[in-house]
């Protein structure tokens, strides 16, 4: 893709501020049934005519990975936004499942994206879809806290997630990783996401690809028939043809809560402890594509 598609990218599909910061949609930790299904359903409303690839600010963004109904994390990072009122925050995916406040967790995160419209952009990772959610842990609490029947308005909030985002400056991210037949952004844009589940290769790779330190396209992953580990020279394609300067991901977890990847051209990050077993972080970006992590 050349500059000037690079470009189209830049002016198509911004964000806008649908509605104002609103106490409707405040969080606590105790919302009522009837507030967390007029949440879901303003927050379904809000992203549903939004493109695949969101365009966010060029700079002052938080990049936040996986949180797995982590709530200390999710607090930690409404606090970064406290202190930094003009920093965006975009959410990789994978809100829920296998933590121990995976509903209240969740229900922050659509309450910062609804409060804060112009500053919050939700993506979709992997665990954002029915299939999995219902194996993980997600479907379970929204029955144990509440009931089956409320698991419905998450659903309509999962498949209205756009898959990526893309900054002017060049950093594009998403969940998991580089789709494999991709060459273009119109690839990515035409894509059907509006589904509970992944049956676009395409978006299912997205949101489950991982990277490998290796000279090679793309190789059979152990995660699933439908995955793919992708390796320098898909990685070097990738963001020739689209112009793309930095990669930011999640979906892996590192001890450390971030991993570097072909010279500093990917970043992971993860934003749960994982029970202990990680120092969980945060990607801060700022002028001049100055990237670091952030301990939260």
């Known amino acids: 893709m050349g500059k000037a598609q690079r470009l189209k990218i830049g002016t198509v599909g911004l964000k806008q501020s649908p509605m104002p910061t609103d106490s409707e949609f405040a969080w606590r930790p105790d919302l009522s049934v009837e507030e967390i299904r007029r949440m879901a359903s303003a927050l379904h409303d809000m992203n549903a005519d939004l493109p695949n690839i969101v365009v966010t600010p060029e700079s002052n963004l938080f990049y936040v990975g996986d949180l797995h109904g982590e709530l200390k994390s999710a607090i930690a990072v409404r606090e970064l936004m406290a202190r930094h009122p003009k920093h965006s925050v975009v959410f990789l995916g994978d809100y829920a499942d296998r933590g121990p406040q995976q509903v209240e967790t969740f229900n922050l995160v659509m309450s910062l994206a609804l409060e804060h419209s112009d500053r919050v952009f939700m993506l979709r990772g992997n ?21 089956p029947g409320l698991f419905d308005s998450y659903l309509k909030v999962f498949e209205s997630l756009p898959l990526a985002a893309f900054s002017p400056s060049g950093v594009f991210a998403c969940h998991g990783g580089i789709p494999e037949g991709v060459n273009s952004s119109e690839q990515i844009a035409e894509i059907e996401r ?13 949101v489950w690809n991982d990277p490998r330190e290796a000279d090679f396209h793309f190789r059979a992953s152990s995660r699933s028939d439908r995955a793919r580990e992708f390796g320098s020279l898909a990685f070097d394609e990738f963001t020739s043809d689209l112009s793309i300067k930095l990669i930011v ?5 590192y001890e450390d809560g971030f991993q570097e990847f072909f010279d500093g051209g990917l970043m992971s990050v993860f934003s749960a402890s994982y029970a202990g077993r990680v120092s969980p972080k945060v990607i801060r970006m700022d002028e001049g594509l100055k990237v670091r992590p952030v301990s939260i």
């Open 127 to 147: 665990h954002e879809s029915k299939e999995i959610a219902e194996v993980y842990g997600f479907y379970s609490e929204v029955s144990r806290h509440y009931s």
């Open 194 to 206: 509006h589904n509970i589940n992944f049956p676009d290769d395409i978006a299912f790779q997205m």
């Open 249 to 253: 991901r999640s979906h892996e977890v």
